[in-house]
């Protein structure tokens, strides 16, 4: 059972289960353990939490702009996979990041937002292997699992059960993502 999410955009969340990314970026979110700004990947296995904050259309490419939805948050969140973080680079250029566009779901702007946002910070590349839940969680979103934060630390009522599960992706596809990524982060 695992008793930790991580949150993401509810498109990047989508594109994770259905197999079409495998990449996602950090740098830290507002509330961290080790301080604003500070992403520390604690926990290598872990649900992906479906956020909508932030969230914004002109911010996903064209051919998924129109699946982003601008929300509140729910009321009740549904938890449909996990996601295991196979690797993590920090990204040596904005060159690097660019040859990698047909990866990524995030446009120019976006990008150079994370660039941009806490420069003295380094931005991280996960490679994140996601699986679909057989049997997908519902839980109600309690304000400790609320707001702009990374980390979610479910209760032990709201695990999620990291059992017969599906991949989103098969081997030889994620390989060669990961060695793709491996060979642009070197320069």
């Known amino acids: 059972m695992l008793n930790v999410a991580l949150k993401e955009w509810c498109i990047v969340c989508d594109l994770l289960l259905e197999g079409k990314l495998a990449i996602v970026l950090r740098k830290g979110g507002i509330s961290e353990p080790g301080g604003a700004g500070v992403f520390e990947l604690e926990h290598p296995r872990f649900a992906l939490w479906p956020s909508w904050a932030h969230q914004l259309p002109d911010r996903i490419k064209s051919e998924h702009r129109d699946r982003v939805q601008v929300l509140d948050e729910p009321f009740e969140q549904t938890v449909t996979g996990i996601a295991d973080a196979v690797k993590i680079w920090e990204v040596p250029s904005r060159a690097a990041f660019d040859s990698l566009d047909d990866l990524h779901c ?67 596809q994620f390989e060669s993502i990961v060695n793709r990524v491996s060979l642009a982060m070197q320069g």
């Open 106 to 172: 995030w446009t120019k702007p976006q990008i150079d937002m994370r660039f941009d946002y806490k420069p003295e910070k380094p931005l991280y590349l996960m490679a994140l292997r996601a699986w679909r839940l057989s049997e997908p969680k519902t839980v109600l979103n309690v304000p400790d699992y609320a707001g702009c934060r990374s980390w979610v630390p479910l209760a032990e009522q709201d695990a999620v059960d990291d059992n017969n599960l599906i991949p989103s992706m098969d081997d030889e």
